[in-house]
């Protein structure tokens, strides 16, 4: 069966401090991982990785793919408040059908 | 250009009944992806539209129903409601580009409570 597993399930962090998500999955046929920020309803698009070893980057937001390993993490340095959100890893097939993680609940504390 | 847009914004309905659910694709996309986010869970697929037709179908029963119409927007019904149907329903548009999709853009959701 399909399934993509993220941890941590809930972390909480100080302002400033740099936090490591995890997203594994097993999934038949890869084609791309994604991960999303969802702070009240819609998923906001953050990267798509569909190559390993490649950073992607996006200001203090960073991911990286490991196919080999079937993993992806996603940093975020010096934490604002602003970052509190839950973030999703979604691993989507040729079909562009999407499986998600049940996402990490992210708390920044002032 | 106009994102994703859902409606309605939220919906209580009496178990069951029926509902039906809206989603406009954003502009230029021709896919449109379904999923059920119960709370604290991450959204699970429904199904998917493609061309007028259901391509893809996840674990749902066939209370789970759907349509696409020429200009791509879709519909989700629920037949039948059971208070477990109570969450947030997405919509995701994305564009089938040489055989392959391109990164979903997600609507607000329409939120379903069933009492």
């Known amino acids: 069966e399909d399934k993509v597993v993220q941890s941590p399930l809930s972390l909480v962090v100080h302002e400033g401090d740099t936090v490591t998500l995890n997203c594994s999955y097993e999934v038949t046929n890869f084609r791309s991982l994604l991960w999303y920020k969802q702070e009240k309803k819609a998923p906001t698009f953050l990267f798509m990785l569909t190559s390993s070893g490649i950073e992607k980057k996006s200001g203090r937001l960073s991911s990286i793919l490991d196919k080999k390993e079937l993993f992806s993490i996603l940093n975020i340095t010096a934490t604002q408040t602003g970052d509190s959100a839950i973030y999703l890893c979604?691993?989507?097939?040729?079909?562009?059908?999407?499986?998600f993680g049940t996402g990490t609940s992210l708390t920044v504390i002032p | 250009d106009a994102g994703v847009t859902q409606s309605p914004t939220h919906l209580i309905k009496t178990r069951g009944q029926q509902v039906t659910l809206r989603c406009s694709p954003k502009?230029?996309?021709?896919?449109v992806s379904w999923y059920q986010q119960a709370l604290g869970q991450g959204p699970q697929f429904i199904f998917q539209y493609y061309e007028e037709e259901e391509r893809q179908r996840g674990n749902f029963p066939d209370r789970f129903s759907g349509h696409q119409f020429p200009n791509y927007s879709s519909e989700l019904n629920v037949n039948a409601l059971l208070l477990g149907d109570s969450a947030l329903y997405l919509c995701?548009?994305?564009?089938?580009?040489?055989?392959?999709?391109?990164?979903?853009?997600f609507g607000q959701g329409t939120r379903l409570t069933v009492v």
């Open positions: 979604a691993v989507v097939n040729p079909g562009n059908q999407f499986y």
């Open positions: 995701a548009s994305s564009l089938v580009v040489s055989g392959f999709g391109t990164e979903a853009f």
């Open positions: 502009s230029g996309h021709d896919t």
